[in-house]
């Protein structure tokens, strides 16, 4: 798996990661091919059985040379999170509405097929007593998401746009997605909401 790390990419909105599958094969792979972005799920996981990478081969056909008994095929993949580019904008209750930005993150995550959890950062607060999550308590308007032709955004422009409006940096880990807020880890401010992807 690779992910980018140069410095322009730290404040990144979301930052994804592609991943190359190297397959041995002596037979033809016609069920490796992908017409769509979420049809083969690719899962990383350690020898303790811990998922360490989700996500799907990249739609397109993979190269196979045909004239060796055994042959070395690259595959191709894309995090969960990036599959997001993919799709477009729906509004959540099937019409516009304005919805809490929690909804429409825990939306996004769950149309990634692959994440069991999400954890925002608690750096930034409506006020100094408050203990809630900000997200769950700013709302917008899902007609932003829709230009003057009322053709919608991907919803990796609405997951990004999201992230800039909050100060976060979206990333998949394992299993989860992590909205982390760079400057708070610098003042040593690491702790998070978690929560469960398609519950509040």
């Excluded at 140069?6 to 979301?14: G, I, Q």
């Excluded at 995090?79 to 996004?108: C, E, R, W």
Aim: hydrophobic residues 30%.
């Amino acid at each position: 798996t690779e992910i980018e790390t140069s410095e322009e990419h730290l404040y990144k909105p979301c930052k994804y990661c592609s991943a190359t599958i190297r397959m041995i094969n002596d037979n033809y792979s016609f069920d490796l091919y992908s017409a769509k972005a979420q049809e083969n799920k690719v899962t990383l996981i350690d020898k303790d059985n811990v998922i360490r990478w989700i996500g799907y081969t990249t739609p397109n056909l993979y190269s196979q040379g045909y004239e060796n008994e055994v042959e070395e095929i690259e595959i191709e993949c894309i995090d969960a999170l990036s599959t997001l580019q993919y799709y477009k904008y729906k509004p959540i209750n099937g019409t516009k509405q304005i919805v809490s930005i929690l909804d429409i993150i825990d939306m996004l995550i769950s149309k990634c097929n692959a994440y069991t959890h999400y954890y925002i950062s608690n750096a930034t607060q409506l006020s100094s007593t408050a203990n809630d999550c900000l997200s769950s308590k700013l709302y917008i308007s899902e007609q932003n998401f829709f230009d003057e032709d009322n053709e919608p955004m991907t919803l990796q422009n609405v997951m990004e746009e999201i992230c800039r409006y909050l100060g976060l940096t979206a990333i998949a880990d394992g299993d989860s997605v992590y909205f982390l807020d760079y400057d708070a880890i610098k003042n040593n401010i690491n702790t998070y909401y978690k929560f469960t992807v398609g519950s509040n």
